[in-house]
T-cell receptor, first 113, second 116 residues
Framework: KNQVEQSPQSLIILEGKNCTLQ??????????LRWYKQDTGRGPVSLTI?????NTKSNGRYTATLDADTKQSSLHITASQLSDSASYIC????????????FGRGTSLIVHP | DGGITQSPKYLFRKEGQNVTLSCEQN?????MYWYRQDPGQGLRLIYY???????QKGDIAEGYSVSREKKESFPLTVTSAQKNPTAFYLC???????????????FGPGTRLTVL
């Protein structure tokens, strides 16, 4: 069964600090991995997307990495801001059968001033 | 102004009543999806549609029904058969090209349904 596990479940950091969120997956065959940001009470918004051949992708202060061999991804946030407080969701799509993606449970990030 | 909209944002219903959640998109996307989100859980797929007049059950379709009469619209009905309907419901759309790298799902703002 395809699964996506994220850690930590929640994280609290001070404004200006860096942090790294983790995502492990067992989705096979692998097609692509996305990181979404979801503000409280809103729909998720795509941050980055990586295919098998890509091992890093940046979007401003967000940098995602992918190790397809170990089936791990990370999302690094640099110089955190209060607006970064949100849930970050890792989503993995398979290239086999249905293309419905598998969602992780998300990491809840709180940035304190 | 392109995008995907859901209405209403908040919805309250009495137990035993059916309720329909609206989802509209003007992105010219073929595929549309309905997800349910509960606290501490990942998004769970209820129904999805790859093309007009066709839809498939997701992982938790029991107690829900959908229709896809128009490309732009994919309404979800929460029936009285759904045992725990209180949740945050998210609609999404994509080009429906399959698992290609460009097939990102775009989400609506969500509807929070509370059954009293």
């Amino acid at each position: 069964k395809n699964q996506v596990e994220q850690s930590p479940q929640s994280l609290i950091i001070l404004e200006g600090k860096n942090c790294t969120l983790q995502c492990n997956y067992t989705v096979s065959p692998f097609s692509n991995l996305r990181w979404y940001k979801q503000d409280t009470g809103r729909g998720p918004v795509s941050l980055t997307i990586m295919t098998f051949s890509e091992n890093t992708k940046s979007n401003g202060r967000y940098t995602a990495t992918l190790d397809a061999d170990t089936k791990q991804s990370s999302l690094h946030i640099t110089a955190s801001q209060l607006s970064d407080s949100a849930s970050y969701i890792c989503v993995v799509s398979s290239s086999g059968g249905s293309y419905i993606p598998t969602f992780g449970r998300g990491t809840s990030l709180i940035v304190h001033p | 102004d392109g995008g995907i909209t859901q209405s209403p944002k908040y919805l309250f219903r009495k137990e035993g009543q059916n309720v329909t959640l609206s989802c509209e998109q003007n992105l010219n996307h073929d595929a549309m999806y309905w997800y349910r989100q509960d606290p501490g859980q990942g998004l769970r797929l209820i129904y999805y549609s790859q093309i007009v007049n066709d839809f498939q059950k997701g992982d938790i379709a029991e107690g829900y029904s959908v229709s896809r009469e128009k490309k732009e619209s994919f309404p979800l009905t929460v029936t009285s058969a759904q045992k725990n309907p209180t949740a945050f419901y998210l609609c999404a759309s994509s080009t429906g090209q399959g698992a290609r790298s460009t097939d990102t799902q775009y989400f609506g703002p969500g509807t929070r349904l509370t059954v009293l």
